[in-house]
């Protein structure tokens, strides 16, 4: 893929095809080690061991409509080609977690993206689930949970045109912050 906030689409969507009710982005930038950490963590229905084990090759997916699952695989491999790591658990019953830690310095680092319209897009386009979006860059952190904002709006749904449109200003916003200025 050609940007890291679209490896976090699809293993956020993953997560929503688990029954997830609850699903954690977290991306934290060390800027000083030149590394960067994206983490997805869901609650739904996790994975066996042998399904784990699995899930990292390319031609194991458990979707009916085509033969072959390529986000783990590529996710796993855009870190690993930046000298850094990737790891998955899982428990049945409770829910999968997906880390992969990436060299920032290094030529073949993929850029993030638009990490603020992918978080935008699935809040919006998922509103019966929870997400929280943690952003950190050194020791300055942004947290966005949907729970706090629906307890906040009330009635007022996720998806409306005008919360949609505030809720990527409000990312893009307090982003921009903590990298001291604009992105």
Known sequence: MRELSLNILDIAQNSISANASLITVEVAE??????????????????????????????????????????????????????????????????????????????????????????????TMNTDRDFVYKFKVNEKEFVCDTREIKEILGDVPLDAYEVSQWLKDYIVENSNEIYGGAL
């Open 30 to 123: 060390n800027t000083v080690e030149n590394t960067l950490l994206i983490g997805i963590y869901d609650n739904g229905k996790g994975m066996s061991e042998e399904q784990v084990k699995s899930v990292i090759d390319p031609f194991f997916t458990t979707r009916t409509t085509r033969k072959v699952g390529m986000g783990i695989p590529l996710f796993k491999m855009a870190a690993e080609q930046t000298g850094g790591s990737f790891e998955i658990k899982s428990e049945l019953g409770v829910g999968t977690e997906v880390r992969a830690f990436f060299k920032t310095d290094s030529v073949d680092f993929t850029p993030l993206g638009d990490v603020a319209s992918t978080i935008q897009m699935l809040i």
